[in-house]
């Protein structure tokens, strides 16, 4: 409940400008925003990763100018950062969200861009249609061959929120260490790991009743 209710320079360039003008738009684009954030962090990972590559020797090539792609990357992930603060505060769950200790802006923006939009939000009268949709029911596990049935970035979200709010040790973490400990006494036969993707699988399926209760 609501309880804790290259492309090069040219290229970079332009893709800062796009960013500056972020925020004239609307909250509606905010999953926009977070899709350049990831494929812009991936990128600098990318990047940092060769570098080191080829200083140990496991590649070759200039690592100044891949260095130079690499601070780009960040210096442009800094600015989306910054834009996706602004424009995920519009959102009708951010509020609760914030308050949530292991959950900053970005993780928030994740969370609603790839939940929503509010039409969609509209049409789950029921919340297990958003645990459907975030590969969290019983019937999300993916079958060889089969197309997942589900969001697989808003699961990633959702997992990330989750692990998040763990290691934090904040009030919401509780939820998992109860379900831990319950399926621990209740469940001989399950395997540590076990116990613990169920607990974490728990405390998602709470964060998400509560986003979709605050949010509708």
Known sequence: GQGWVGQGMEGGNQMAVAVEQAHRMSSGDLRWLVDVYVQVQKLRVA???RVQAIEQGRDTGDPSVVLRLAEMCEDLEEKVAVHISRAVKDHPAYEWL????????ILAAKLVA???PDEAMARRDTVSKLWAFAGLSPDSKLQKGQRAKFNRRLKTAVWLAV???IRSGGPAARYYYAAKEYYAANR??????HIDNAARRKLGKILLACLWEVWR
């Open 47 to 49: 990047c940092s990763n």
């Open 98 to 105: 914030s308050k949530i200790r292991g959950i900053g802006p």
């Open 114 to 116: 790839l939940a929503g």
């Open 163 to 165: 692990t998040s709010i």
């Open 188 to 193: 001989p036969d399950w395997t540590r790991g």
